[in-house]
């Protein structure tokens, strides 16, 4: 928890986001949180290992023996997710249970049987201890004690989430459905193209994060390349069109330019009216990204309709609507769009360092001019994020100067503030629960 003394709150005035949330106060938050190795600490213990967190896909393993794994600093271990004969999704430690090698070493296969390459103990899909050489040396060796460690897994959505308590206090299915149950059935599975990023970010994990949960920055970090395809205000700000805070996580609703290809996603879905409306002034100011929608028009295997969508995609119903940023604690951001989602991981590596997973899924292009649509679509979201990244590590730098104690918010940068709150809220509580157990 945070040591820094906050100034009093000034009350947010009504009809604010802020205002709409008055238990997360208006005033400051401290620095601390994102410079401190222990405070850190704290965060692997009390949510790292005790909190749902996505690791992949179940396109990722669709055949029985398909696996891939995850190292998880934030965890300390790495684990083996793997589909089982009877098309289950398992999650294991990657330790021996015998002189504790790790079991796999290869990110992803597919196997009909883990074996230890230091002594040859064999385990099957469900980490079941299988196979023993020279077991008659052992002396009473129950087999049934020495499995791989399991770990709780389930799936969401279709994506794949673990937890490091092997009994969860809380189900996948209550921890998502308070603030994402209504936008289940977003056709996720139909999503099956698309492009991703890997990079190591020399920034705290909740400085990353932040980033991508306000769209205050967006008008000046993003001059080159998408502030022009917002839906901005006179003094060129970007307002969001609502924001929900709920018990974990959090979520943002933006609106766009529709006489934009970035601002305007309907346009490549619905073509028509919407696609005339992107490429009215998109032809002159971006003629490359007109280009592209133009190719792209028609091209996707399958349509999404607006009112086909989940009543939670858009729940304002604007028709200037171009994303969902949803947040779903600690470390996942998911936006939602017609025509394709991105899905980003910031999982801790240490106080000041951040893996950054980021994956976009598209439907399939069965065009030459869809695939030409993608690859432009890879370029300018690969220029947003080298745009963000370009301020990540040295905000973090700064900050670690010590020379600024708190920092301010406004009102649009609510799901900043939500997160703090969070964060402070479970290490409060694990606190508490470890001083009672002690």
């Given at each position: 928890m945070s040591t820094i003394q906050l100034s009093s709150d000034v009350p947010a005035p009504a009809g604010t986001l802020t205002g709409r949330y008055p238990e997360l106060g208006s005033g400051p938050i401290p620095v601390e949180p994102y410079i401190s190795p222990e405070y850190f600490e704290q965060e692997k213990e009390h949510i790292f290992k005790k909190t749902w967190l996505q690791v992949g896909r179940v396109e990722e393993i669709?055949?029985?023996?398909?696996?891939?794994?995850?190292?998880?600093?934030?965890c300390d271990t790495s684990i083996i997710v793997v589909r089982n004969r009877q098309g289950e999704i398992r999650a294991m430690h990657n330790v021996c249970a015998h002189r504790m090698n790790e079991i796999v070493y290869d990110k992803c296969g597919n196997t009909r049987k883990f074996f230890c390459k230091f002594h040859g103990w064999a385990y099957d899909l469900d980490g079941k201890l299988t196979g023993v050489p020279d077991e008659k040396c052992f002396f009473g060796l129950d087999r049934e004690q020495f499995g791989l460690s399991r770990v709780a897994c389930d799936v969401w959505e279709g994506f794949i989430f673990v937890n490091m308590d092997p009994n969860p206090a809380i189900s996948l299915a209550d921890y998502m459905k308070p603030m994402f149950g209504d936008v289940e059935g977003y056709p996720f599975e139909k999503m099956t193209s698309g492009f991703g990023w890997q990079t190591v970010v020399n920034c705290n994990w909740k400085l990353a994060l932040d980033a991508f949960q306000e769209a205050y920055h967006v008008a000046y970090v993003h001059g080159n390349s998408i502030a022009d395809a917002i839906d901005k205000t006179d003094n060129e700000s970007m307002p969001p069109l609502d924001a929900l805070c709920g018990e974990f996580h959090r979520r943002l609703s933006l609106a766009g330019n529709q006489k934009s290809v970035y601002g305007n996603p309907k346009a490549l879905t619905e073509g028509g009216a919407a696609a005339q409306n992107a490429l009215s002034d998109a032809g002159q100011k971006r003629p490359i990204a007109a280009a592209a929608l133009r190719a792209g028009i028609g091209s996707a295997k399958y349509a999404f309709p607006m009112d086909?969508?989940?009543?939670?995609?858009?729940?304002?119903?604007?028709?200037?609507?171009?994303?969902?940023?949803?947040?779903?604690?600690?470390?996942?951001?998911?936006?939602?769009?017609?025509?394709?989602?991105?899905?980003?991981?910031?999982?801790?590596?240490?106080?000041?360092?951040?893996?950054?997973?980021?994956?976009?899924?598209?439907?399939?292009?069965?065009?030459?001019?869809g695939r030409f649509f993608l690859e432009y679509m890879k370029v300018a979201l690969r220029d947003v994020l080298l745009e963000d990244f370009s301020t990540l590590e040295r905000t973090q730098r700064a900050a670690e100067t010590g020379a600024k104690k708190v920092m301010v918010l406004q009102d649009n940068e609510l799901l900043v503030r939500h997160a703090y709150h969070v964060v402070e809220r479970i290490l409060a509580e694990g606190a508490a629960s470890a001083a009672t157990s002690a």
């Open positions: 669709p055949k029985a023996g398909d696996y891939f794994v995850k190292d998880l600093a934030a086909a969508l989940p009543s939670g995609v858009n729940w304002t119903k604007s028709p200037n609507w171009l994303f969902d940023m949803n947040i779903m604690f600690p470390d996942f951001y998911v936006s939602l769009r017609p025509n394709y989602c991105q899905a980003y991981n910031f999982r801790p590596i240490s106080h000041n360092q951040t893996l950054v997973d980021a994956r976009v899924f598209y439907p399939e292009m069965t065009t030459p001019g």
